[in-house]
């Protein structure tokens, strides 16, 4: 079993839809999970950071962890279509190491 | 500011060719890493540098694989040798602070596309 699993769609919606990315992961030493966005031919770039559980909002984005089913979250409300691209969740064991990325979730988001 | 760099964009090698491709961080920071992404993969760590000690490289996948920064600042990843499963897309990101200390946002390069044929 890999330490991070993604569905890696692909996932299409129509401008203004909930989207809802999900991550789950094996390692229950994992304290940071983070959300990078990486838009195509590009380098990953960071979106959302989260420590330990909770929910942590940004303008139309919300991250969610729930350590006790090991399970992470990304909601995108209205989405545009600017918002198409690679979401991968990293989570980490520790501050500032070494990232293990999910295999990145696909979205398309039209017009 | 300027961000990472990385060259080459793109790489074409014929299979047993030496290759070498390189990283410019962001100036001031300390950590580097590598990391190899193949395609419809999330990003594999490959090594890890504080300033121009390479303290983790758990995640290069043979002895084919070597990273250096001599000065602490430019890095260059070579590949001896080069084989199919090598034809990846290999990132760079670099980190204001060491590696444990405090999260920190590790920010990406381009890429370097390496196509082995």
């Known amino acids: 079993q890999k330490e991070v699993e993604q569905d890696p769609g692909p996932l299409s919606v129509p401008e203004g839809a909930i989207v809802s990315l999900n991550c789950t992961y094996s390692n229950s030493a994992f304290q940071y999970f983070m959300w990078y966005r990486q838009y195509s031919r590009k380098g990953p770039e960071l979106l959302m950071y989260t420590y330990s559980s909770g929910n942590k909002e940004d303008g139309r984005f919300t991250a969610q962890v729930d350590k006790s089913s090991k399970y992470i979250s990304l909601f995108i409300r209205d989405s545009q279509p600017s918002d198409s691209a690679t979401y991968l969740c990293a989570p980490s064991r520790q501050a500032g190491t070494a990232l293990i990325f999910g295999k990145g979730t696909t979205l398309s988001v039209s017009s | 500011g300027a961000g990472v760099s990385q060259s080459p964009r793109y790489k074409v090698a014929k299979r047993g060719q030496d290759v070498a491709l390189r990283c410019d961080p962001i100036s001031g920071h300390v950590s580097l890493f590598w990391y190899q992404q193949a395609l419809g993969q999330g990003p594999e760590f490959l090594t890890y540098?504080?300033?121009?000690?390479?303290?983790?490289k758990s995640g290069l996948p043979s002895d084919r694989f070597f990273a250096e920064r001599p000065e602490g600042s430019v890095s260059t990843l070579k590949i001896q040798r080069t084989q199919q499963e090598d034809s990846a897309v290999y990132l760079c990101a670099s980190s204001l602070v060491v590696w444990g200390a405090v999260q920190e946002t590790q920010y990406f390069g381009p890429g370097t596309r390496l196509l082995v044929l």
């Open positions: 540098f504080q300033n121009e000690a390479q303290l983790d």
